[in-house]
């Protein structure tokens, strides 16, 4: 390790790092902006000058940019001398020229890199007399608001949204002093992963517009760490609450999980939990069909009552914790109780966690994603099934420009080096799925077929890379395997992702093949599996894999084996057809539902209970690669709002049930939970107990300068109520307390002296870039790659495509597709109405063009019928028809869960017509505040 | 034909460009001949290096060496670039101009030699989109040069292949940067990029690249042709060959002359320039562009070569002078260079993009009769933030500074003028 002298000191820093890393790194304060720790340094701002001197003797030494400076053995640097310090006090100068110094009403004021980093530099005499330049803002959606005056041309911005996420609608526009970072006109930001500007972007260009239009200083917030319920993933996020509403939510730093970054359905998407129509108190069904409120005594009473007869039916939620699911499945027993997956689903699901228990392979982590030198995609859309993996593999495409980059001996985080150098090479990355994706433009080819289709390539490739290739392949695709399969037996590191997506079994089976085929060479190969839901996985691991599924109950109940069924945190009418879940709930006699949400189900319930969000709430939540997480309640659910688990465990208690005598707080359950079911032995190492002290105290959910708790209820009462004393987590509802030094998962925000922003987060970690210092949040469940193989797998039979008959596929949307995120106000602007996609051809078969209308019905083949009775109504949907030529012929895509689809069933043949007298609409799509004009607002 | 004036032998008096036909006529495309086929690279490179030929794009750098860095072995068998920099948007320089027009075939043979030498496949001409009459001259000269088959596949029948382009540059003076150059080619934003990795390693599409001024390219096949004896022989000082040597300002006679290299300042201004118009005094001069330092009469026999005018506190840079006279103000002589170099930033780094319109603020606020004391403060910190070399992510800023640190240094009471007086002493009232 090299040893650098630092203002005279001596220190041993890291090889390959650059200065302004070693300097971090050690705890040093250097100021800069354009390096991020994810992009690397390009050298633009200047901001992080240091002196270096040549030798011993050399007195006046030169300016150089720390984090352009390789660290060298023996080299020597000044931080605090005049010189250094002076550049840098003229370099924040120079930026604030045009600035508008509007931090009185900056969304950003108070968390502002260039707030900290005027104050670290001692810029404070202006001496500049001339104009300031002025810009006009963008309508940038619903989701960002733009704020040009505030820009210091750091181009971290354009940056992380092109070069890193692969956006292509934002720009640095213009020269000198008149650069403009947005798009060459109002629109919509296109990316997936937009939202992460907020947090890129070290001033108040780009801020939150939901918390602008709500604001609150982030010294207001009180946060703890949470999992994000959107996808599988589990990417760990800080949501920030005030008066009872989550005003935003940023990523919270975790090494294998999200690292810096989340998806604009996570970041935006948590709106739900202070949406207006939640519950907030029981309601009893009465006899005109409303609901009567009544208190939590008598919800208990009439769950016990209900329960006790023990003829109850249990109904399960992958979006609902560990815990809560525990205690449910206890409740009704486990052989009554259903993880809560559509049918179609559940052997999806279950699949997905025999083939990773069962797979030589190794589930990867974020990190270990984005080393992956070739890539095999299997029917799967991950931008909008598990966005962030997505993302991690727009940066796995680059290991082909790092091996480059090593040649020349340039390091990894000289970012614009190896860009110019690798331009457009990449690792290989192939797609191949049901139509086109997002990722397409870095893959090196992308293959439109059939599910069915799918799974013969990927069992081709296994046989080819296994040695012994099977010759029933049509030429073309021959090709492909061949391609495919010298990219994949080539590499060191290879993946093979696939997921439920595509609603096949097949797909799935095909990918456990490829990965284990190459495990059989003795390469270390990659299996990552996506599923829909948070703890989707969770609830395969809890229920096993011959759990009851919807239509067992069903059928049981209806023989009377049950008079009751409760529901956990489900909307059931997401899991099948209208008319097949109004007969499974009128099978019961009662219908006992616990959820946060106004949906359908709750609707349809005898008594709804309402659930604490996640915000609201402990749980424990297995993501895609069986990591086992922890949430924390960010603040105290309002009126008869109870977290699951807790209405739950009352009921049980109530009803004086065995099981649960020794049960007291949240822990407890997760401990039996553990104990009970050995897959899931592991999940009580995902966090510390609520014992844990950090040095005695307790870690406090608010900042020091959290203010104004008198003030907040003042128009009740100029008392300040005691904080409430959180009985079930180390974490406080208050500013006392220890916020340093923690394990990772009770990270509740990032703050650090000198360091309002979230730049701080490098004060947490033991290297910059690096882990936590507490560890990294989470414990993994799955024994990676010790599986003993997925066995035999038989392809299906080549996929027909046949006149008058479709193949109904589903299409996964980022927006819309899972059931919370367009309960968000911005987010569901974003999510467009359903529409059924075919390619050119089939559209000329069937004499529609674009925006025409089209009939979905129950498939006929060749006179042979499939569940279609004649002479009733077998429409299923009808839906705008939408012109997308890279869709496989003879497949119909439809958006999974947009207006209009609940009748849809992945790969359900379909029998496809135009629509008459169909209304077109208007292209125009989402007005949102475009009325209110650039700079209609000035936070 | 002149022996010593070789990259002007094909210049006639009214100026008409000189075609193929022509220019063989005239011995051109022997060079060519001569070596294609006849000298490995290896054995060229080692006659640019022997010739101790300069980099006659501003900064001098030694040719042969810069090529040197090209790595010659290509197991992968991509492509390696060379590019001529005929962007030409120095403040004061219009030589390379007089060359491409006049004798476009001297260019292309000199380009294809330097090309052969690197082992090039393409090669680019990256032109000021001013220069339309060039660029068309440029282009019937490539089509004229692959009818002969002096371009494209197996020049003169042996292995060796190249393809030329011209590209009309979209006109800004960063462009002329050669590594901003290079992003701009590759339909990027003109920034420029950090070094290392040099463009000769990892330039344009990230392959070897070698980027030239014209007038540089202009002499190599005159010396891979001649020699590099006779090319040192025809500099007066240390530094070898031919200079295109320029005059712009209140001269009887601006123009352009290629002299011999270190040809003293008093003979170009003189001889060639033909001294100040009647009624005008020399104050001082900008010996090789706008952004290069002021010289002073004091510095009227200093030979112009690349050390000399080094030595003495400035650069030779294109070789092409400024001349301010005394009827015209220094401010705002300094302000306009420096409001055009503000105008001019790529925008890409701090101290460029906002201190320098900082300093074009100042100036006109002193030009204008708003300045205060202080402000000759402000610009001298400027003056050390803007212009160290390494401040800033290029060379543009510190070249802006030049001017006007050394119009501070030599004018100084005329600055201090504008602000006692609230004017300026050159305008009708003080104000303009
Ligand atoms: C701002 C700026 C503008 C430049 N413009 C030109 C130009 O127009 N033509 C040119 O030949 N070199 C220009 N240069 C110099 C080039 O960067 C490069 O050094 C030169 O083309 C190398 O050629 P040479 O070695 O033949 O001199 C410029 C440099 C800077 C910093
Ligand atoms: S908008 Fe923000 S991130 Fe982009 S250049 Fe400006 S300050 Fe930097
Ligand atoms: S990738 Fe999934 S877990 Fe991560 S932020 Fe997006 S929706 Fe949430
Ligand atoms: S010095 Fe000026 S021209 Fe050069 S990179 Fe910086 S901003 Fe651009
Ligand atoms: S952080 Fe180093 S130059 Fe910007």
């Known amino acids: 390790m090299p040893v650098i002298q630092v203002d005279g000191q001596e220190y041993e820093v890291e090889a390959g790092k650059n200065l302004l890393e070693a300097c971090l790194s050690l705890g040093l304060d250097l100021p800069y902006f354009c390096w991020h720790p994810a992009m690397g340094s390009i050298g633009a701002c200047r901001q992080c000058a ?143 992963f937009a939202g992460n500007l907020l947090e890129v972007c070290p001033t108040g260009v780009f801020t939150d517009k939901s918390l602008v239009h709500n604001y609150t200083r982030k010294w ?83 769950m016990d009552r209900a329960c006790a007869p023990g003829k109850v039916a249990g ?17 009704v027993g486990e052989e009554n109780f259903a993880p809560g997956f559509s049918d179609a689903e559940q052997p999806l699901v279950e699949l997905v966690l025999r083939l990773q228990q069962d797979s030589r392979a190794l589930v990867p982590d974020i990190t270990t994603i984005e080393s992956a030198d070739a890539v095999l995609i299997l029917g799967e859309d991950l931008t909008n099934t598990a966005p962030r993996i997505a993302l991690a593999l ?44 997002p990722l397409d433009d870095v893959a090196t080819n992308r293959i439109s077929l059939a599910p069915d289709d799918i799974a013969r390539l990927g069992n081709a490739i296994a046989a080819n890379i296994a040695g012994q290739p099977n010759a029933d392949l049509e030429q073309p695709l021959q090709e492909q395997v061949e391609m495919i399969t010298t990219a994949l037996a080539g590499a060191q590191r290879p993946l093979v992702l696939s997921g439920t997506g595509c609603g096949s079994t097949a797909v799935l089976a095909a990918a456990g093949q490829v990965a284990d085929a190459l495990c059989g060479n003795g390469v270390p190969a990659m299996l990552c599996l996506a599923v829909p839901e948070a703890n989707s996985l969770g609830q395969a691991l809890l229920t096993g894999c011959d759990a009851p599924g919807l239509a067992q109950l069903q059928q049981r109940a209806a023989s009377g084996e049950f008079d009751t069924l409760v529901v956990l945190e489900n909307d059931l009418y997401r899991r099948g057809s209208s008319a097949q879940i109004d007969q499974l709930l009128g099978a019961f006699q009662q219908v006992l539902v616990l959820d946060g949400l106004d949906n359908q189900t709750t609707s349809s319930a005898t008594l709804a209970l309402p659930a604490a969000s996640f915000a609201e709430s402990n749980g424990t939540l297995i993501s895609l690669e069986g990591r086992a997480q922890h949430h924390y309640p960010v603040f105290q659910p309002h009126a008869e709002r109870r977290p699951s688990w807790t209405w739950l465990l009352a009921c049980m208690k109530e009803m004086q049930r065995e099981e649960v005598r020794s049960l007291h707080h949240f822990d407890d359950i997760t401990r039996a939970c553990a104990a009970t079911i050995p897959a899931l032995a592991g999940i009580t190492a995902a966090a510390p107990d609520h014992h844990f002290r950090n040095a005695g105290v307790r870690i406090p959910r608010q900042t020091h300068r959290y203010s104004g708790r008198t003030a907040m209820r003042a128009d009740i009462s100029v008392h300040e109520p005691r904080q409430p004393v959180d009985e079930e987590s180390p974490l406080a509802f208050s500013m006392e307390g220890l916020n340093r030094d923690q394990p990772g998962a009770l990270l509740p925000y990032v703050w650090a002296p000198g360091w309002n922003s979230n730049q701080s987060l490098h004060k947490f970690q033991a290297e910059v870039g690096g882990p936590l210092k507490g560890g990294t949040a989470g414990a993994r469940l799955l024994q990676s790659g010790i599986g003993a193989g997925p066995g035999t797998f038989t392809a299906p039979a080549p996929f027909k495509a046949e006149p008058g008959r479709w193949q109904l596929v589903p299409r996964q949307r980022i927006f819309g597709s899972d059931e919370l995120s367009a309960l968000s106000p911005g987010l569901a602007e974003l999510v467009q109405p359903g529409f059924i996609e075919i390619c050119a051809a089939d559209a000329q078969l069937l004499g529609v063009t674009e925006g025409d209308g089209l009939v979905v019905t129950k498939g006929i083949t060749k006179g042979a019928t499939e569940g279609v009775t004649t002479g009733v109504d077998n429409t299923l949907a009808t839906l705008e028809a939408r012109i997308n030529d890279s869709m496989a012929v003879g497949c119909a895509g439809f958006s999974v869960g947009l207006a209009g689809v609940q009748n849809l069933r992945p790969l359900a043949p379909v029998s496809l017509r135009r629509a008459e007298g169909w209304q077109r609409r208007s292209p125009e799509l989402i007005g949102s505040d475009r009325d209110a004009g650039p700079g209609g607002t000035h936070v | 034909m002149s022996l010593d004036r070789p990259l002007t032998r094909n210049v006639r008096p009214d100026r008409s460009p000189t075609d193929l036909a022509a220019y063989e006529a005239n011995g051109g495309y022997r060079g060519l001949h001569g070596a294609i086929g006849k000298l490995t690279p290896s054995d060229c490179l080692q006659i640019l290096k022997n010739s101790n030929l300069r980099g006659r794009g501003g900064a001098g750098f030694p040719t042969g060496m810069k090529w040197s860095f090209v790595p010659m072995d290509n197991p992968s068998g991509g492509h390696k670039y060379l590019i001529c920099n005929a962007d030409e948007m120095e403040p004061g320089t219009f030589k390379d101009r007089l060359l491409m027009e006049c004798d476009p075939h001297q260019l292309i043979e000199g380009m294809i030699l330097s090309a052969y030498t690197i082992q090039a496949d393409v090669a680019y001409i990256f032109i000021r989109a001013e220069y339309i009459k060039a660029t068309q001259l440029l282009r019937e000269a490539i089509a004229a040069c692959h009818d002969k088959g002096y371009l494209g596949k197996n020049i003169l029948g042996t292995d060796y292949s190249l393809e030329m382009h011209v590209h009309v540059s979209a006109g800004r003076y960063i462009c002329g940067e050669e590594t901003a150059l290079i992003s701009a080619l590759e339909g990027k934003r003109a920034n420029p990029r950090a070094k290392p990795p040099f463009p000769q390693v990892s330039g344009l599409w990230g392959r070897p690249t070698i980027v030239n001024n014209v007038e540089t390219l202009c002499n190599v096949h005159h010396i891979i042709e001649r020699g590099a004896d006779w090319f040192q022989s025809l500099g007066l000082t240390a530094d070898a060959g031919t200079k295109m040597y320029g005059v712009s300002g209140r001269v009887k006679n601006p123009g352009c002359w290629e002299l011999p290299i270190g040809t003293p300042v008093r003979e170009i201004l003189e001889d060639y320039a033909g001294g ?129 640190a050394s119009g501070m240094k030599y004018f100084r009471e005329d600055f201090q003028r504008h602000i006692d007086g609230a004017g300026c002493p050159w305008c009708d009232g003080g104000i303009h």
Not at chain 1, 235 to 262: D, S
Not at chain 1, 315 to 331: D, H, M, Q, W, Y
Not at chain 2, 296 to 320: P, V, W
Not at chain 2, 346 to 371: K, Y
């Open chain 1, 50 to 192: 240091v002196v270096q001197y040549l030798n011993a003797e050399d007195e006046r030494g030169r300016i150089v940019m720390g984090c352009m400076t390789p660290v060298t053995d023996g080299a020597i640097f000044s931080l605090s001398g005049d010189k250094a310090r002076g550049f840098r006090q003229a370099i924040v100068e120079s930026l604030m020229l045009n600035h508008p110094h509007d931090c009185p009403v900056c969304a950003e004021g108070g968390e502002c890199h260039l707030q900290d980093m005027t104050v670290m530099v001692g810029h404070r005499d202006r001496h500049y007399r001339g104009r300031k330049n002025t810009h006009r803002n963008q309508y940038l959606g619903p989701l960002i608001n733009h704020e040009m005056n505030r820009c210091i041309t750091c181009y971290r911005c354009t940056r992380y949204y092109r070069d890193y996420a692969g956006g292509t609608d934002l720009a640095a526009l213009a020269s000198r002093d008149h650069v403009y970072f947005g798009r060459h006109s109002d629109g919509v930001l296109q990316s997936e």
């Open chain 1, 220 to 302: 207001d917030l009180q946060s703890a760490p949470s999992v994000c319920v959107g996808c599988a993933m589990g990417c760990n996020t800080l949501p920030g609450e005030r008066y009872g509403k989550i005003k935003r939510v940023h990523n919270r730093f975790n090494a294998e999980v999200n690292g810096y970054f989340l998806c604009d359905r996570g970041r935006f998407g948590a709106g739900f939990v202070h949406d207006e129509r939640r519950l907030q108190y029981p309601g009893l069904r009465n006899n005109d069909g409303r609901y009567d409120a009544i208190n939590h005594h008598e919800a208990l009473q009439y």
């Open chain 1, 315 to 331: 109904i399960g939620s992958p979006r609902a914790s560990v815990e809560a699911n525990f205690l449910l499945r206890t409740l």
């Open chain 1, 394 to 437: 727009r940066q796995s495409v680059r290991n082909k420009a790092y091996e480059m980059a090593a040649e020349l001996r340039l390091e990894t985080w000289q970012d614009g080096a190896i860009r110019n150098l690798a331009q457009d090479q990449r690792s290989p990355l192939y797609i191949a799925a049901v139509a086109d994706t």
């Open chain 2, 276 to 404: 100040m118009e009647d009624g005008y005094q020399l104050r001082g001069f900008l010996p090789g562009g706008g952004s290069t330092d002021f010289l002073t009469t004091e510095h009227l026999d200093l030979a112009m070569d690349y050390d000399t005018i080094g030595k003495a506190g400035s650069r030779m840079g294109t070789g092409t002078m400024i001349i301010l006279d005394d009827k015209t103000c220094p401010v705002g002589f300094v302000k306009n260079l420096v409001e055009f170099f503000a105008r001019e930033s790529c925008g890409f780094c701090t101290p460029c993009r906002d201190g320098l319109p900082w300093c074009a603020q100042v100036l006109d606020d002193i030009e204008q009769g708003r300045g205060l004391q202080e402000d000759m403060d402000t610009l001298a910190r400027q003056v050390e933030f803007i212009g160290a070399m390494g401040n800033t992510h290029c060379a543009l800023a510190p070249g802006a500074m030049e001017p006007l």
